[in-house]
């Protein structure tokens, strides 16, 4: 049985066509996954009156445990977080002492989710501090049943396009077996 010159043609720019498709399809997957930031506490460029017990960076992705770093700063450049940074799915919070200065506290982050995309930046917020500062009192907090999982996006994404790929394939197949047993 012998392919003709026109047909060979054809099944090579098939080809080249489902090759380009799922070369696509592996190169926008990841960058559809990119972490991105969702919401900060306290917001940024916020001014608050009220010191801050802790602040957290919420991104799009869940965070892994390690190798993350969030600092704090005050307006004299010195820090003023405790140093111990929480991760909680998606969120990073860190503690802070007890601010004492009025002015603008920079927070500088680089997180790291489990798609190995950092989620990197700083913002910053105002501090208006009162004439007498206080050292609050700690309150108990109940904790919260865990989250569930939702997928993100760019997973959603990538399976859709594979079933499409998958369903293209299929239809150029079936077209292909049909001409085969028309030829015999």
């Known amino acids: 049985m012998r392919i003709r010159v026109a047909e060979m043609g054809r099944i090579m720019k098939i080809k080249r066509i489902f090759s380009i498709a799922i070369i696509t399809l592996f190169i926008a997957a990841p960058a559809a996954n990119a972490n991105s930031l969702i919401a900060t506490n306290p917001l940024s460029g916020a001014t608050v009156t009220v010191a801050p017990s802790a602040v957290s960076v919420t991104g799009q992705v869940v965070l892994i445990d390690g190798g993350n770093s969030m600092e704090v700063t005050d307006p004299q450049g010195k820090r003023v977080d405790d140093g111990v940074l929480a991760i909680d799915g ?3 919070v860190i503690g802070l002492k007890t601010l004492k200065v009025a002015g603008v506290y920079t927070v500088t982050y680089s997180l790291f989710a489990e798609n190995d995309v950092p989620l990197e930046g700083s913002f910053r917020f105002t501090f208006a501090a009162p004439n007498v500062i206080s050292t609050p009192e700690p309150t108990p907090v109940e904790s919260t049943s865990p989250k569930t999982e939702v997928s993100n996006w760019g ?6 396009g594979m079933l499409v790929v998958a369903l293209f394939v299929l239809v150029l197949l079936s077209l292909y077996a049909r001409k085969l047993f028309r030829e015999r």
């Open 90 to 92: 998606a969120s990073a």
């Open 155 to 160: 997973t959603n994404a990538f399976v859709i």
